[in-house]
């Protein structure tokens, strides 16, 4: 069992496979040129795996890929498939944009992926080319489908922009509500690579839109391995709202993070990180486990957004670790 320095159980790995995307969103890597990182820097499949397997050894029970956009990968059903055929319980997840989706779908799949989390934060093909920064809204929808059809178990990511995408909120989440999709809408974190003015809206702001169609919804108590609040509906639906300006789900954070370059990373907000790339790559198992461990000794109590600093700016590049 992984334990981190306050106490709390660490059972969940985020891993980035890249840091490379196809979209260019105003609040994550608007002005990032389209470039990548050279392949030697990255960790080959194999070594990422050879983490994974310690991180399972130790505790870890659920696992998600995630990028930039994973798909940009070759061959990542190859990698699903290294995981899966470890420890075939694992809970294996992706997160995407869904682009690459309606070719892959299937493929993951196979490969024993169960569930995925897409970005869609608009309907519209013209907001969806303005935050992406190119026309891919029709692309994506089939992404989507691919996914239904291939049986995996969908969650939709919104991130509400202030003045683009913030009035669509109820036509999103009625989009999966029909669709059994579970939904989550996500604040804005300020960022240093975002675009300059991009400003979210509130939660509050949130259940206030919802509010003018869905007159009477309740809160659901908090599940603590979730940064979602998840509200019912008077049918039954429920939608969350993640709120990275609070910390209350600090308290009972169950995750860490590990680039495609081999920073092991305690917290999102936070720069502070420990490389495992020379140790995986010369098979230096045991000194890959003590990074780990040293890692998790340090991981923060709670990120630093805060409600009350509206200039409280993370330089976290979420293109790097995923969000």
Not at 157 to 167: F, R
């Amino acid at each position: 069992m992984l334990i981190d320095g306050h106490g709390r159980k660490v059972d969940y790995l985020r891993v980035s496979v890249t840091e490379r995307c196809n979209f260019r969103c105003q609040y994550c890597m608007p002005e990032k040129p389209f470039s990548w990182v050279p392949k030697e820097n990255l960790l080959s499949y194999e070594d990422l795996f050879k983490f994974i397997k310690v991180a399972i050894d130790e505790g870890i029970k659920k696992v998600r890929i995630t990028g930039g956009e994973p798909l940009l990968r070759e061959n990542l059903d190859s990698f699903i498939k290294m995981i899966y055929d470890y420890k075939n319980d694992i809970d294996l997840a992706l997160t995407t944009n869904a682009f690459l989706l309606p070719a892959a779908a299937q493929k993951l799949k196979d490969a024993g992926l169960k569930r995925i989390n897409i970005s869609l934060d608009t309907l519209r093909p013209d907001v969806a080319a303005k935050i992406a920064q190119k026309d891919v809204l029709k692309t994506v929808f089939k992404g989507i489908q691919a996914a239904d059809d291939a049986g995996l178990k969908i969650k939709i990511n919104c991130v509400p922009i202030k003045g683009i995408n913030d009035q669509e909120i109820v036509e999103v989440l009625d989009f999966c509500k029909e669709r059994g999709y579970t939904i989550r809408f996500i604040e804005f974190m300020e960022n240093n690579h975002a675009k300059d003015g991009a400003k979210g809206i509130t939660s509050d702001e949130m259940k206030e839109i919802v509010s003018r169609k869905y007159k009477n919804f309740e809160m659901i108590p908090r599940d603590t391995s979730s940064p979602a609040q998840y509200y019912k509906l008077e049918d039954g639906y429920q939608f969350g709202i993640i709120e990275p300006h609070k910390d209350d789900f600090c308290a009972a954070c169950n995750r860490i993070r590990l680039t495609a370059e081999g920073n092991l990373i305690p917290c999102l907000y936070f720069e502070e990180a420990m490389s495992i790339k020379d140790a995986v790559r010369n098979n230096r198992i045991d000194e890959a486990t003590a990074i780990l461990k040293k890692v998790l000794a340090d991981k923060p109590e709670k990120n630093k957004w805060s409600d009350k600093d509206d200039n409280e700016t993370s330089t976290r590049a979420f293109y790097e670790t995923g969000g």
